[in-house]
């Protein structure tokens, strides 16, 4: 047991320092809110769209509902790692532009740590700021004035997680993290017939994060089950003062603001139903409620930076995907053994942008858990997947994001002991 965690901790800790400081987006849409909040789901559900609330396996982690731990295989410690690489072009009018990123996702370990009692722990990414940009304007005063945008930064969450297989067809589990990251964001307006002025908004979290799930997995005859799934994530306030500061580049004077207490999570609820036929084909979906409309965000009406309800707004997900594998036994035909994974999903946005929604997600994925293959077992396997992700709004500029993500579930038989005759 000793061990088990050693080999965790050592993991989380060098993948903190990895994810602490990256950004995967470009967006200019991450300026607003707490910036584009992160896909947060491992190798087998990233194929599936996102998918997972109600998935559960004793070879993969899957962090969308905790307690999923609960029935992990006995034997061995599972590791799932991943990075991703993502193309995107933004269009406005006849304006297009391409952006390319790339990211080392996440880091998750599991185990079993008493009889039917899983623990994972791990570091996944909640929100990412990354963008910089500017624009020109016209004004009849001043003539041409030239405003220019820059943000990083984002959250990260390291979490530690227990589920219990309580019965045969129930299990419970929860999740407890620290959240931790620095928003930072820069707009200068600039002409030659006035001076310089810079806005800096900044604001650093650490605080907690707190998730609990259950699932039923009820057989339904020899070879299928259905599975239900639901979790809820506890809203709160991440006890983060958001500055401003505005200075004038020629002076140089810097008025300064802060709104106390100003930024939160919202209460988030999840549900799931996932139907398995044998070890052949899974087919699940998801449907997922942000409550961010309850939530306040820091503004500046040009006199006083506080807290407003106004700009945020309630996000819907809804999810749907399948893997199919043609024989997970069939020891001469590597492609039968292989993973074949596809899905679907739509979201909306959870903020708002001059009283507007901001843009609407559609997204596609499909992915393949390819097995690795060795002398002594083959269950670890490379998740490859790539997903499409359109998102638009009227008026606004459009996104089409090309994501290519790769990562490994290592799966080795660590801990079996071995009987000498």
Not at 25 to 36: C, E
Not at 109 to 124: C, E, H, K
Not at 146 to 168: C, D, M, N, P, Q
Request: with cysteine; charged share 20%; glycine share 10%.
């Amino acid at each position: 047991m000793r061990k088990r965690l050693f080999i965790g901790s050592q993991l989380l800790l060098a993948s903190v320092l990895t994810l602490s400081a990256q950004s995967s987006t470009k967006s200019p849409y991450s300026q607003f809110g707490l910036g584009i909040l992160s896909e947060r789901s491992q190798g087998m559900s990233r194929g599936m769209n996102g998918v997972g609330v109600a998935l559960q396996s004793g070879d993969r982690v899957n962090t969308l509902n905790p307690a999923s731990y609960g029935v992990v295989d006995s034997l061995t410690m599972i590791i799932d790692a991943s990075i991703t690489g993502q193309h995107t072009n933004f269009k406005e009018g006849g304006t297009r532009q391409n952006a390319k990123t790339a990211s080392f996702d996440y880091i998750v370990a599991s185990f079993r740590a008493w009889r039917n009692i899983g623990v994972t722990l791990g570091v996944l990414p909640l929100t990412n700021i990354g963008y910089n940009y500017s624009t020109t304007s016209v004004n009849e005063q001043y003539g041409t004035i030239t405003e220019t945008y820059s943000g990083e930064g984002g959250l990260r969450e390291a979490f530690l997680g227990v589920g219990w297989h309580i019965v045969k067809p129930l299990s419970v589990g929860i999740n407890g993290g620290f959240v931790w990251g620095d928003l930072n964001r820069t707009g200068l307006a600039s002409n030659s017939n006035i001076s310089p002025l810079q806005k800096i908004y900044s604001a650093s979290v650490r605080n907690y994060k707190l998730d609990a799930g259950i699932q039923w997995n009820q057989p339904i005859g020899r070879h299928d089950a259905i599975t239900l799934g639901a979790t809820v994530g506890v809203g709160h306030k991440l006890n983060a003062d958001a500055k401003l500061d505005i200075i004038n580049i020629n002076k140089p004077d810097t008025t300064s603001f802060k709104a106390t207490d100003a930024l939160e999570l919202p209460w988030s609820w999840a549900v799931g139903l996932a139907w398995r036929h044998g070890e052949s084909l899974t087919v699940a979906a998801d449907a997922e409620l942000q409550q961010w409309g309850k939530t306040s965000f820091p503004v500046f009406d040009g006199n006083n930076y506080q807290t407003t309800k106004d700009q945020m707004k309630d996000r819907m997900k809804l999810n749907v995907g399948a893997e199919w594998t043609p024989d997970a036994n069939d020891v001469r035909h590597y492609l039968k053994r292989v993973n074949y994974r596809i899905g679907a999903g739509i979201c909306t946005p959870y903020y708002k942008i001059n009283g507007q929604d901001g843009p609407k997600d559609i997204s596609v994925s499909l992915g393949l858990g390819l097995p690795i293959q060795n002398k002594y077992n083959s269950r670890s396997v490379v998740n490859i997947s790539g997903q499409w992700v359109h998102s638009s709004a009227k008026d606004f500029i459009t996104e089409n994001m090309f994501r290519i993500n790769v990562g490994i579930t290592f799966n080795e038989r660590w801990f079996a002991k071995w009987k000498v005759e």
